[in-house]
């Protein structure tokens, strides 16, 4: 694959609590620039973000995040909140306590319930991989799938681990046909990128893909 073409996968992301204005631009101007599939930012600034640049650029944004755990409500009106103010993608993260207590229903009730609010805006679903064991994981796309969500992805990037290429396999093993994969955490490399891509995600969630397309070193998400 060529760089243009690994960069319109990623999801050009910037997801850290003390992020400017400033720095939100500087992504918004290089997703632009570089024709990636969005930007993921923090919901606060999906307004703004519209506002400025408008169709120029495909917003995405997180529910839940970073730890899963707050009311299927609480996530409804940010899921309602992001799509007024004209985000087009929103990555949830599921209650990682549900999995743990073994309500899987829980879980799939929860994703319907964003599924349904957002329609055909793209939900992708975090199931942060780094807390579950593989029988979960396995629940997970099932859940996933049932539900009717469009992306499995693997991580927030704020947990104890990022995506790995065996629980790539793992979904690709498990999942519906029409649920894509999104790897995020951990992404520290072009050739990582490539091969996430060729394992079978359609998405990468980084902030490191422009600078490791200019050949320059990174740290963090």
């Not at 707050?70 to 009106?77: C, F, G, N, Q, V």
């Amino acid at each position: 694959m060529t760089e243009r073409e690994i960069l319109r996968h990623v999801d050009h992301t910037l997801l850290k609590a003390y992020a400017s204005w400033e720095e939100i631009q500087r992504l918004c101007d290089e997703a632009v620039c570089y024709q990636t599939a969005s930007v993921c930012v923090p919901p606060c600034y999906v307004k703004r973000i519209h506002d400025t640049y408008g169709e120029k650029i495909n917003i995405c944004t997180v529910i839940g995040f970073p730890l899963g755990y707050s009311t299927t409500k609480a996530k409804a009106a940010e899921t309602e909140q992001a799509l007024q103010d004209g985000a087009a993608e929103v990555d949830m993260v599921i209650n990682i306590t549900d999995v743990k207590n073994g309500d899987f229903d829980a879980v799939k009730r929860e994703i319907c319930t964003l599924k349904e609010i957002a329609g055909d805006k793209i939900l992708k679903v975090i199931i942060e991989t780094c807390y579950l064991t593989k029988e979960e994981k396995t629940a997970m796309c099932h859940a996933v799938t049932e539900a009717g969500a469009d992306y499995i992805k693997t991580s927030t990037g704020f947990g104890t681990g990022g995506a790995v290429l065996e629980d790539i396999l793992l979904f690709k093993e498990h999942i519906g046909r029409n649920v894509k994969i999104k790897a995020a955490g951990g992404v520290r490399s072009v050739e990582d990128m490539e091969a996430f891509l060729e394992a079978g995600c359609d998405r990468i969630g980084t902030s490191s893909a422009v600078k490791l397309i200019q050949g320059q070193e990174t740290k963090g998400y």
